[in-house]
């Protein structure tokens, strides 16, 4: 039996791995170690999406020092990380310190430039990852381009696909179809907090542009935020809504007329599932047909979902269904890897 760890902090993270995780075969013995990130989102979405092992196993706080604590006395075979967040980065690194070999999932994801923190985070994480596993021909080609040898990466694991398959089996009942007219709006990059005046402005002509329209606006729980909160609290078609658990947000997304979001997580739920959305950022680094918005402009941003809602909604681009053959397509992978 092989050994491996799992190292995530934010709910992001969890739900892109939730399905793996739900999944590992018993000839693997699977740690999972929680950062402590997003810790009044993490616990409840575990328990939501019925996981909450996820969870077990915590740090006090989130540093170098505790992950290689942790790492040390886990001792596994080979550490998985996922995406491009602090976590990843500082649990790639702990496991690089000790000499673990380190799996990186949804490797190869590039923007043009180095525009985002997010972006150094996955450049480095390529660095030092022994294993890449990308979602797709694209990200492989980035990582080739940038000297990874082609038997270090396995392309065509999707995990927001597998996800989303996940979520099916354990919340089909509260999973519903079909419109509720409204535009989910959902803003959460830390590089956008400072631009809340500009977002305040815009969010406010939006909603006199889309009067006959109904807003949803996800609020985050970190008071950075609420400054463009109480801004638009007053704006008579923007509802402002707590953040949901998974399996809500999940629901309200599949019933929207269509999607504003600066996520990259939102952005390819919507592209599985077919959903009009809008990308508040000047480019993703994820493929798609989604629209992106290069300036912080109403008229444009009106424009564009207005677009978006008269070509309505698309086919699934991939099928969730398939989740759990791509899950142990992975876990083979990691056997191959931790050997």
Not at 36 to 63: F, Y
Not at 279 to 299: C, F, K, N, T, W
């Amino acid at each position: 039996m092989v050994s491996v760890a799992l190292v995530f902090g934010t709910q992001a993270e969890l739900t892109k791995t939730i399905g793996l995780v739900a999944s590992v075969p018993a000839d693997i013995d699977l740690g999972v170690c929680w950062t402590g990130q997003h810790p009044d989102l993490v616990p409840d979405a575990a328990t939501d999406l019925g996981q909450p092992v996820m969870i077990k196993d915590s740090l006090v706080e989130l540093s170098d020092s505790q992950l290689r604590a942790w790492l040390d006395r886990a001792a596994p075979n080979l550490v998985v990380v996922q995406g491009d967040t602090r976590s990843a980065l500082l649990g790639a690194r702990a496991a690089s310190s000790l000499g673990i070999r380190v799996l990186h999932l949804e490797a190869g994801l590039r923007l043009s430039a180095v525009l985002e923190p997010e972006e150094a985070h996955r450049r480095e994480i390529t660095a030092l990852a022994d294993f890449h596993v990308s979602s797709d021909d694209r990200s492989t080609s980035n990582l080739r381009r940038e000297g990874v040898p082609l038997a270090k990466i396995r392309t065509g694991v999707p995990l927001a696909s597998i996800y989303l398959g996940y979520l099916s089996t354990v919340a089909r009942s509260r999973l519903a179809e079909g419109s509720s007219g409204a535009i989910v709006v959902t803003i959460h990059r830390a590089s956008a907090i400072d631009r809340q005046p500009i977002l305040s402005s815009v969010l406010k002509e939006l909603g006199g542009r889309l009067e006959g329209e109904k807003i949803v606006l996800i609020r985050r729980p970190d008071a950075r935020w609420r400054p463009l909160y109480d801004e638009l609290a007053e704006v008579p078609n923007i509802d402002l809504v707590d953040e949901l658990l998974p399996s809500a947000f999940n629901d309200l997304i599949r019933r929207a007329k269509a999607v504003l979001t600066d996520s990259a997580g939102v952005h390819q739920e919507c592209e599985i599932l077919g959903i009009p959305h809008v990308v508040l950022r000047p480019e993703s680094e994820l493929p798609g047909r989604a629209r992106h918005v290069p300036i912080l402009d109403a008229g444009f941003i009106y424009e564009m979902i207005v677009l978006a809602m008269k070509e309505g909604r698309c086919a699934q681009s991939s099928a969730p269904s398939q989740w759990r053959s791509d899950a142990d397509r992975f876990w083979e992978w990691v056997a191959e890897w931790a050997a």
